[in-house]
């Protein structure tokens, strides 16, 4: 269920050079890359090309929710661009899910196709908020089964209702965790947390950790940490 490789480091930076200076350091046979919407609407699609040469797999996380023939051709973009992983949100509906699921389906190798489920800086008063009441985890499982239905290959959902969700749906549904926070590590404005360790017992496959790593003072030793704490789960 767990893949080797599960850490995925996320490019919360504002600017081409900070970004690059982390990234030469890093192995792209320990973790895999983030590209979000900030560095990638200020570096665009050559960035994301620079990264990949240099050996990363990336997650461009763009949450693409639009229309479906919108959505379905942003997809085909990503998968032209060669990304490892793009992401869509399933409240776009079943059709735009549908519609996105096939256009990728034309290409031999296309990306993982990854649905977002709740935004792991939303709890239960924000989604009241917003005309969805209920706990997180009820709105969670009803998207992740959208997408499950839809033939995505996976969501994005935080760490607790991770073993929800793998129970739900099984080991091939692919569960990416953000709101992963490594001991000791400040939740910003993120409301449903989980340490590396505890999201991956509970069946996540990949984590997905920004901050605590790009904003630490060394950046190498909290991956190392994180590491030697997924290794235990993983032998285990």
């Known amino acids: 269920m767990t893949q080797v490789k599960p850490l995925i480091v996320a490019l919360d930076f504002a600017a081409e050079a900070p970004a690059l200076a982390l990234v ?70 079943r059709t735009m899910l549908e519609a996105a699921r096939e256009r990728l389906s034309r290409y031999e190798r296309p990306p993982l196709l990854i649905g977002v489920t709740v935004l792991t800086s939303l709890d239960r008063a924000d989604l009241a908020a917003i005309g969805c009441p209920g706990e997180p985890r009820e709105r969670v499982l009803s998207l992740a089964h959208l997408a499950h239905e839809a033939g995505l290959d996976g969501v994005v959902c935080s760490p607790l209702e991770t073993a929800q969700v ?63 704490s997924c290794m235990n789960v993983l032998e285990n």
């Open 24 to 93: 030469e350091r890093l192995d792209p046979v320990r973790c895999r890359l983030k590209v979000g919407k900030e560095l990638f609407t200020r570096l665009g699609p050559a960035f994301v090309e620079r990264l990949q040469r240099l050996g990363f797999e990336i997650f461009l996380d763009l949450k693409f929710h639009d229309i479906p023939n919108t959505v379905a051709a942003a997809c085909a973009a990503a998968a032209d661009l060669g990304v490892w992983m793009v992401n869509v949100h399933v409240v776009g509906g």
């Open 166 to 228: 793998r129970a739900a749906f099984g080991p091939a549904f692919r569960l990416i965790t953000p709101g992963v926070r490594p001991e000791g590590s400040v939740s910003g404005d993120q409301k449903r947390v989980m340490t590396p360790a505890a999201a991956l017992a509970a069946g996540a496959d990949y984590l997905v950790i920004g901050r605590p790593i790009t904003q630490a003072p060394d950046p190498l030793s909290v991956i190392e940490a994180i590491d030697r």
